[in-house]
């Protein structure tokens, strides 16, 4: 009883020490796993290197990917291919269904490009389509808003997912697979409830802000070409998984080694960074340099990759205290299965307000638990990091960047923002649970 007591308590200290004390998540992370392993009764110079090889190994597995990742989002973003993409997705859906095209705009290009970005390049053409369709310019880009975080918080290459596989040490193919599927069925309950909220939301032309949307590229590259970087990388990561089925779908021999190679989630990833080199119209040697384009991405993941090895620590020291063992029964006992990773993640999100904090942090938590809780399968697993990816979409409000990105490029006062944007990640979220709770249930 006294460890779930002290990880309940240090659960609150890294929620409190973001909120209150302003305390970057990195140093939160790692104060936390220094005083449970103490407090826990391990030796200090143990805790001190349990702390450095959770740090290490973390990095090790999840770093080069998230690295590859952002690369890939910054040369769409910039290069336009991320509005490209969006116009030819609006043109086959069609202005008539306005909500369903810009959910389905915002859930492919926030698979690379994060969802504040996103948001602030596609914003635009979202009020463009919806005026063009005679619909609430609101509730089409709360579909946006909501497609966008779908996607960033279930689907790699995504780096919160990526990073929460890595730590749970998931087949991201299968997460990939799972968090597909999941979140467009959730999805669509969201673009029914921008329908439903648009005409209930009032636009104050006052309080919106254009928060530094910049021109958009002379010369984007085509939709198709665009796509290319997403879809390839997912495509050879799903075929890996297959080829390392029981029943061998694509034979023993050369096909199938190759796929293996390809498919492994870094040489995807790199494979997928070789087309996004190709998007920009006139390449430039400046793109690759510090302050370039590659500058810029490897600056944000370096912040990524260091809080996720933070959570890598955190959750070493909480394997060797033995919290999975000594819990796990208690765990069992309330049968909350993948409500429990789900509940964890939401509480964090929505005290702190970041998604991919969320992710990285419960996944650290959750992962010495998977014994415990029956998450010693692939698939299990793989539906254990979905269920974090659903929590840490609960709920986007005050306390979230995204919030304000949102609420202020549309014109929403706080209440407003609370109907629209926060409501719709609750529906998001706990649709997304009830998906993979039948998921669980039909694979047991």
């Keep these: 009883m006294y460890l779930v007591l002290l990880i309940l308590l240090s659960i609150a200290f890294i929620i409190l020490a973001g909120t209150r004390l302003r305390w970057h998540p990195i140093l939160s992370l790692l104060v936390a796993a220094l005083g449970f392993g103490v407090l826990s009764g391990m030796p200090v110079a143990d805790v001190i290197a349990t702390i450095n090889q959770g740090f290490g190994s973390t990095i090790g597995n999840i770093g080069l990917l998230i690295i590859l990742g952002i690369i890939i989002g910054t040369f769409l973003e910039k290069s336009g291919g991320a509005a490209v993409l969006a116009r030819r997705v609006l043109q086959i859906i069609g202005a008539n269904r306005v909500h369903t095209a810009l959910g389905l705009v915002g859930y492919i290009v926030s698979i690379p490009v994060y969802a504040d970005s996103g948001f602030i390049i596609l914003h635009p053409l979202a009020r463009a389509m919806a005026k063009k369709a005679g619909a609430p310019v609101a509730g089409a880009c709360i579909a946006l808003g909501l497609g966008l975080t779908a996607s960033h918080t279930m689907v790699p290459p995504t780096p919160g997912p990526i990073a929460a596989a890595g730590i749970m040490g998931a087949d991201l193919g299968l997460v990939v697979g799972f968090g597909l599927l999941t979140s467009a069925i959730a999805l669509m309950a969201c673009i029914l409830y921008a329908r439903w909220v648009g005409p209930r939301l009032v636009i104050r032309p006052e309080l919106a802000t254009d928060h530094g949307v910049s021109a958009a590229p002379q010369d984007p590259p085509g939709a198709f070409k665009a796509l290319l970087p997403i879809l390839i990388p ?56 510090t302050t370039g384009w590659v500058g810029e991405a490897l600056s944000a993941a370096a912040i990524i990759i260091l809080i996720t090895g933070a959570g890598g620590a955190f959750g070493k020291v909480l394997q060797q205290a033995g919290i999975g063992d000594l819990i796990g029964t208690q765990v069992q006992s309330a049968s909350l299965g993948l409500w429990l990773p789900f509940l964890t993640a939401a509480a964090i999100k929505s005290a702190q307000g970041s998604s991919t904090v969320a992710l990285i942090t419960t996944a650290s938590i959750i992962a010495p638990l998977q014994a415990s809780l029956g998450f010693d399968a692939p698939a299990t697993q793989a539906l254990a990091v979905v269920a974090i990816g659903a929590g840490s979409a609960v709920v986007s409000h005050a306390n979230d960047s995204f919030f304000w990105v949102v609420t202020q490029l549309i014109g929403l006062d706080t209440k407003q923002g609370y109907l629209g944007h926060t409501a719709g990640t609750a529906i998001l979220g706990f649709t997304a649970m009830t998906v993979l709770s039948l998921l669980s249930f039909f694979l047991n």
């Design 234 to 289: 997912i495509v050879l990561i799903l075929l890996n998984s297959v080829s390392r089925m029981p029943f061998h779908p694509f034979g023993e021999g050369a096909l199938s080694r190759a796929l293996e190679v390809a498919g492994t989630p870094v040489a995807a990833l790199g494979i997928g960074l070789l087309f996004a080199l190709t998007l920009p119209a006139k390449f430039e040697k400046r793109m690759l340099d």
